[in-house]
């Protein structure tokens, strides 16, 4: 019985016992399983954030990016601001006018234009530096490595699988101090300004320009004065000429740039175009700041007028978005009162103002005045005919009709040689061009005292003094056209704002290009 009673005693305390520890255990395992739960939670949540992360795009303007080591992205593209990835991107990996920094993986390209990149982490495809310097350190996997117009750092460890190419280009700056420069792309051409007010070598460079602009009022202060009183005169005309120019003439003047590439006889019009753009850019700020500097008192001394309206002007370089515009503006007014100016010039230079060459041309007597009757008649016909040539005037001509007749000679010249080179057996006559272009000139000039491009323009080289052209005559002026073309070109043109129509060459050699009345044979 005792034992009995024993054993229901132990099953009721056992009974006792287990319900609340079986409690417990199911308390606990639902505990177990609502963390574990949880974690699960937080695991699909963590991925998925990660997913999410790693399934964007990453861009950034006007801002630094930067991608984490826990993050991912499918591209980071950054413009006009700095860069760094630690994380993993998918694809590409791009920053334009900012440096880069890599630490993590790029599956696709890794590209930085305008900036700095370095790189300690692995690029999948190409890797692209343009204008910046490139920079690997020791864990730094690549396959194909470009840098174009920097300099290459490379660690001993760095590793590049494919071809590594470093394509240098000349620039007016260094690329050591390319930090001194980077920030003016960034504060400067990004704002829209072309001053920085905190860095002085802008400054240094407008000054440099504003005395450039001084210096050429000085050796030309005919053409300077006209474009400022075509601007001020007529500034409807100069503001409607400059944007027809601005529109249609430079579109024009490329499809004219891209023939004469075309043609390799066409290239030499080339330098002189080229510097007769370059010019009259020049002159279209010399009119803008010339006016501005008038209205301070300063129209009796041009340079400095245009130096002192040159700083005025200057200082609206400084202010965000004004300064370009400003500058565009100028472009626009001051090329068309340069283009005012210019027909204005060739429009006076083409009435004559006074006369500046008159030659008599007596004829011989003739053989028949023999007896005196015959030479009364023989008398009456030398004055009448000597009053006649006496009452032609030549008068002289300036660039363009210079240049069509040099364009006609060019023509022929390159028919020439053209027709004549597969004759020659030893020397390849293209290749002396400029030689015979100039042997081509003096031959004519002392035969016919023209060319055939100047005849077909009753265009006539003359001496001032009235003589004849003889050869020693005949080559310095060739050679003295040399002078006047590689000066830019600005020998030639000293013709249409010289008052005697002469260029450098003829003042070197004393000759002068007439253009003969109608009747008068050249050939």
């Given at each position: 019985?005792?034992?009995?009673?024993?054993?229901?005693?132990?099953?009721?305390?056992?009974?006792?016992?287990?319900?609340?520890?079986?409690?417990?255990?199911?308390?606990?395992?639902?505990?177990v399983a609502t963390s574990e739960s949880l974690d699960a939670e937080?695991?699909?949540?963590?991925?998925?954030?990660?997913?999410?992360?790693?399934?964007?795009?990453?861009?950034?303007?006007l801002n630094s990016?930067?991608?984490?080591?826990?993050?991912?992205?499918?591209?980071?593209?950054?413009?006009?601001?700095?860069?760094?990835?630690?994380?993993?991107?998918s694809r590409d990996y791009i920053t334009v006018l900012g440096n880069s920094e890599l630490d993590g993986d790029v599956r696709g390209d890794h590209i930085t234009v305008l900036g700095n990149s370095e790189i300690?982490?692995?690029?999948?495809?190409d890797t692209i530096v343009v204008l910046g310097n490139a920079k690997l350190g020791p864990n730094a996997r690549l396959e194909d490595l470009v840098v174009v117009g920097g300099s290459l750092d490379r660690h001993e460890d760095a590793v590049v699988r494919?071809?590594?190419?470093?394509?240098?280009?000349?620039?007016?700056?260094?690329?050591?101090?390319?930090?001194?420069?980077?920030?003016?792309?960034?504060?400067?051409?990004?704002?829209?300004?072309?001053?920085?007010?905190?860095?002085a070598w802008t400054w240094y460079m407008v000054l440099g320009l504003l005395i450039m602009l001084a210096l050429l009022c000085?050796?030309?202060?005919?053409?300077?004065?006209?474009?400022?009183?075509?601007?001020?005169?007529?500034?409807?005309?100069?503001?409607?000429?400059?944007?027809?120019?601005?529109l249609l003439g430079l579109p024009l003047v490329s499809i004219i740039l891209l023939i004469l590439l075309a043609t390799v006889i066409g290239i030499i019009a080339i330098p002189f175009l080229t510097a007769g753009l370059f010019l009259m850019w020049l002159?279209?700020?010399?009119?803008?700041?010339?006016?501005?500097?008038?209205?301070?008192?300063?129209?009796?001394?041009?340079?400095?007028?245009?130096?002192?309206?040159?700083?005025?002007?200057?200082?609206?370089?400084?202010?965000?978005?004004?300064?370009?515009?400003?500058f565009v503006s100028i472009s626009f007014i001051g090329s068309g009162a340069v283009l005012i100016g210019l027909f204005s010039s060739l429009a006076s230079s083409s009435s004559p103002r006074r006369r500046p060459f008159a030659r008599t041309m007596t004829p011989e007597k003739p053989a028949y005045a023999e007896s005196g009757q015959e030479e009364i008649l023989a008398e009456s016909e030398l004055e009448s005919t000597s009053l006649l040539y006496d009452n032609l005037e030549y008068e002289p001509v300036g660039f363009g009709p210079r240049l069509l007749a040099a364009l006609i000679d060019v023509v022929i010249v390159a028919i020439a040689i053209t027709i004549l080179d597969p004759l020659a057996l030893w020397i390849e006559l293209s290749s002396y061009?400029?030689?015979?272009?100039?042997?081509?000139?003096?031959?004519?000039?002392?035969?016919?005292?023209?060319?055939?491009?100047?005849?077909?323009?009753?265009?006539?080289?003359?001496?001032?003094?009235?003589?004849?052209?003889?050869?020693?005559?005949?080559?310095?002026?060739?050679?003295?056209?040399i002078l006047s073309f590689v000066c830019v070109g600005m020998g030639f043109f000293w013709a249409n704002w010289d008052e005697e129509r002469q260029s450098w060459h003829d003042k070197i050699a004393g000759t002068v290009i007439v253009k003969t009345p109608k009747g008068v044979s050249l050939i």
């Open positions: 019985m005792k034992n009995w009673i024993q054993i229901l005693v132990k099953n009721v305390l056992f009974c006792c016992l287990m319900v609340p520890l079986g409690h417990a255990q199911e308390n606990e395992a639902e505990e937080k695991n699909v949540s963590k991925n998925s954030e990660r997913r999410t992360r790693q399934s964007r795009d990453l861009i950034s303007i990016n930067y991608l984490g080591a826990e993050e991912g992205a499918l591209d980071m593209i950054t413009i006009l601001g700095s860069s760094r990835a630690e994380g993993p991107v300690n982490g692995s690029v999948g495809r494919g071809d590594m190419q470093i394509v240098p280009i000349p620039i007016p700056f260094d690329f050591d101090d390319w930090e001194k420069v980077h920030p003016f792309i960034i504060e400067g051409l990004a704002m829209g300004r072309f001053i920085v007010p905190d860095m000085l050796v030309f202060p005919g053409p300077a004065r006209s474009c400022i009183d075509a601007l001020e005169k007529r500034p409807t005309q100069s503001v409607f000429a400059g944007i027809g120019f601005q002159f279209s700020f010399v009119a803008v700041y010339g006016l501005v500097g008038y209205r301070f008192g300063l129209d009796q001394n041009l340079p400095l007028a245009v130096l002192v309206g040159g700083l005025v002007v200057s200082l609206g370089y400084a202010i965000p978005i004004l300064g370009m515009l400003l061009f400029l030689l015979i272009w100039l042997g081509y000139h003096v031959a004519f000039w002392v035969w016919k005292s023209t060319t055939l491009g100047g005849a077909a323009l009753n265009l006539k080289l003359e001496r001032i003094d009235g003589r004849d052209i003889t050869i020693a005559v005949a080559v310095v002026r060739a050679l003295a056209s």
